[in-house]
C-alpha cells in the first residue's frame, strides 16, 4: 500500500522561509515523478513544481513560485522536498505531494500540509 506524507507546514510572515517534506513508502521511488500542487481556499488545486524520476530529476516549476522555490529528492531516503522563499501572503494553502507513474496511469496523493504565509 502506497502512502505519502507531508509535513514541515506552518505559519511564517510573508519573506520568511520553509520547507515541506514528502515522505514515500509502498513503491519504488526513484521510478515516480514527484510533484507538489496547493490548493487555497476556494481555489482549485494548482501544480506547484515536479521533479521526475527515472534518473531524469529535471524540474519544471508554476511561473508564480519560479525562482522562489525548489523542488529536490533523495531516492535513499524516498523523500522529496519543497523549499520555499520569499514567501507571499498568496502562497497561503493546503500543499499536497503527488506521486505520478507511468503517464499517470498510476498517481498517488498525500493528505497535505498547510502553509500559512502573514502578511
Known amino acids: 500500500q502506497v502512502h505519502l506524507v507531508e509535513s514541515g507546514g506552518g505559519l511564517v510572515q510573508a519573506g520568511g522561509s520553509l520547507r515541506l517534506s514528502c515522505a514515500a513508502s509502498?513503491?519504488?521511488?526513484?521510478?515516480?515523478?514527484m510533484a507538489w500542487y496547493r490548493q487555497a481556499p476556494g481555489q482549485g488545486r494548482e501544480f506547484v513544481a515536479v521533479?521526475?524520476?527515472?534518473?531524469?530529476?529535471?524540474?519544471d516549476y508554476a511561473d508564480s513560485v519560479r525562482g522562489r522555490f525548489t523542488i529536490a529528492r533523495d531516492n535513499d531516503k524516498n523523500t522529496v522536498y519543497l523549499q520555499m522563499n520569499s514567501l507571499k501572503p498568496e502562497d497561503t494553502a493546503i500543499y499536497y505531494c503527488?506521486?505520478?507513474?507511468?503517464?499517470?496511469?498510476?498517481?498517488?496523493w498525500g493528505q497535505g500540509t498547510q502553509v500559512t504565509v502573514s502578511s
Open positions: 521533479i521526475r524520476g527515472n534518473s531524469a530529476g529535471t524540474t
Open positions: 503527488k506521486a505520478a507513474f507511468n503517464g499517470g496511469l498510476l498517481e498517488y
Open positions: 509502498g513503491l519504488t521511488f526513484s521510478r515516480y515523478h
